[in-house]
């Protein structure tokens, strides 16, 4: 039986990994929809590879050269962010949510509507929506699976596993690129340096947040919505060789892990076969070559975007979204040269703390969350533009 599936994201890093596993066995499934924002080249040869219905940037400006690129292939082109929207509503099976920020939430709150299976990378819409998104989710029978390396570890942990019984859930954290520099150093680090990460081949935001930490930050958030437990329950754990994504530790004191080489195909594959488990072409570990993996505590000087998370997580409501809005625009600062690398998490406090407690505490709607996410950035660019002058 084919599966109708859509890739909304399709061009970045989880995209095209998603990608290379569809079409490993182009029988299996009949693609709907792709989105993507600037490679059009791109977008328009997967999607004519994997004879898409339709394809949408979320750049309205390259609309024209998506149809031209898309000529005589049948495949229709659509661009801005209604267009992204409505492909959301187009009924599909199984829907990647792959696209990077906030911007993410309106689609995959769209194709949760439509009943269909959302494998969810954009944590973003969780940080900002979790609540909206489990309703959704549940209101319309619709199936929510991680993916992202640490929570789909969890998941697989806790199959067949009573909630009741869980102590703790402990995600793991690589450290980034500057996890053994010296703490007077990173005032200065660069664009160039905090865009490589050790272990993980991934798009450049995620991987400036994996260097500041705001990436297990929203991970934080994102444990907390998925799994129900509270804030105390979920750990963090510096583990630089990315091996065990991440362990649940139970009321008998057994702590299951899941270990496994750093290739988000596994993650995206067991969401794919869910609930499954099929062959995926990812490296098997020789654990007696690699000989030991190691483990050190978070270091909350070093990374006050793990501090921040947990105030968010107490504060609760419209926050996430607040913290999210910050943290994009700080480091879209950050990437245009505007402020330094310590001073994004700076920017996010104080924009946490400046917020108005009655914009926390409204109704967690699509339209509230919106608004709160505007505000937060407009009030984030402020911030930055006071310490950039
Ligand atoms: P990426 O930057 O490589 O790709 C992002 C995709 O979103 C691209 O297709 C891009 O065209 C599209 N996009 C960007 N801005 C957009 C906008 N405003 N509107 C619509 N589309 C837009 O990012 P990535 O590394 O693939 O990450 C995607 C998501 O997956 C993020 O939420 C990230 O946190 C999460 N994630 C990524 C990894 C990883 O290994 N890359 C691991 C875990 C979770
Ligand atoms: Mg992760």
């Known amino acids: 039986m084919t599966r109708r599936v859509s890739i909304f994201g399709a061009t970045g890093s989880i995209g095209q990994n998603t990608i290379d596993l569809i079409a490993r066995d182009p029988d299996a499934y009949d693609v709907v929809a792709l989105t993507g924002a600037s490679n059009i080249d791109q977008l328009a040869s997967d999607a004519m590879r994997l004879r898409a219905d339709i394809a949408v940037t979320a750049d309205e400006t390259q609309l024209d050269d998506l149809r031209t690129a898309l000529e005589g292939s049948g495949i229709e082109a659509a661009a801005g962010q209604a267009a992204l929207t409505e492909v959301g509503c187009r009924p599909a099976d199984w829907v990647m949510s792959a696209i990077v920020g906030a911007a993410g939430l309106a689609p995959g709150i769209c194709a949760l509507e439509q009943g269909a299976t959302l494998a969810l990378a954009n944590k973003e819409s969780l940080v900002c929506a979790g609540q909206l998104i489990l309703s959704t989710a549940k209101a319309n029978d619709a199936r929510l699976l991680p993916v992202d390396s640490e929570h789909s570890a969890v998941f697989q942990a806790l199959v067949g596993e009573?909630?009741?019984?869980?102590?703790?859930?402990?995600?793991?954290?690589?450290?980034?690129?500057?996890?053994?520099?010296?703490?007077?150093?990173?005032?200065?680090?660069?664009?160039?340096?905090?865009?490589?990460?050790?272990?993980?081949?991934?798009?450049?935001?995620?991987?400036?947040?994996?260097?500041?930490?705001?990436?297990?930050?929203?991970?934080?958030?994102?444990?907390?919505?998925?799994?129900?437990?509270?804030?105390?329950?979920?750990?963090?754990?510096?583990?630089?060789?990315?091996?065990?994504?991440?362990?649940?530790?139970?009321?008998?004191?057994?702590?299951?892990?899941?270990?496994?080489?750093?290739?988000?195909?596994?993650?995206?594959?067991?969401?794919?076969?869910?609930?499954?488990?099929?062959?995926?072409?990812?490296?098997?570990?020789?654990?007696?070559?690699?000989?030991?993996?190691?483990?050190?505590?978070?270091?909350?000087?070093?990374?006050?975007?793990?501090?921040?998370?947990?105030?968010?997580?107490?504060?609760?409501?419209?926050?996430?979204?607040?913290?999210?809005?910050?943290?994009?625009?700080?480091?879209?600062?950050?990437?245009?040269?505007?402020?330094?690398?310590?001073?994004?998490?700076?920017?996010?406090?104080?924009?946490?703390?400046?917020?108005?407690?009655?914009?926390?505490?409204?109704?967690?709607?699509?339209?509230?969350?919106?608004a709160v996410d505007q505000m937060a950035r407009q009030a984030a660019r402020d911030v930055i533009e006071h310490k950039a002058g």
Do not use: C
């Open 162 to 370: 009573d909630m009741d019984a869980v102590e703790r859930i402990i995600i793991t954290a690589s450290g980034g690129a500057f996890r053994d520099w010296p703490l007077d150093k990173l005032a200065s680090a660069t664009l160039a340096e905090a865009s490589s990460h050790p272990n993980w081949d991934m798009g450049q935001r995620i991987t400036i947040d994996s260097a500041s930490m705001f990436n297990k930050a929203l991970e934080l958030i994102e444990t907390r919505e998925y799994f129900g437990v509270r804030p105390d329950q979920i750990e963090v754990l510096v583990h630089p060789e990315s091996m065990i994504h991440a362990m649940v530790g139970f009321t008998d004191g057994a702590l299951m892990a899941h270990v496994g080489p750093p290739d988000m195909r596994h993650a995206i594959g067991y969401a794919l076969h869910w609930p499954d488990r099929r062959a995926l072409p990812v490296d098997r570990l020789d654990l007696a070559q690699i000989g030991a993996l190691t483990f050190r505590p978070p270091d909350e000087v070093r990374w006050p975007a793990l501090r921040l998370a947990r105030e968010v997580m107490e504060r609760g409501g419209l926050s996430g979204a607040v913290f999210n809005a910050a943290k994009e625009t700080a480091l879209d600062g950050f990437i245009a040269g505007r402020i330094g690398f310590q001073t994004m998490a700076q920017v996010v406090e104080q924009v946490l703390n400046d917020t108005d407690p009655g914009h926390i505490d409204a109704p967690m709607t699509l339209d509230n969350v919106h």
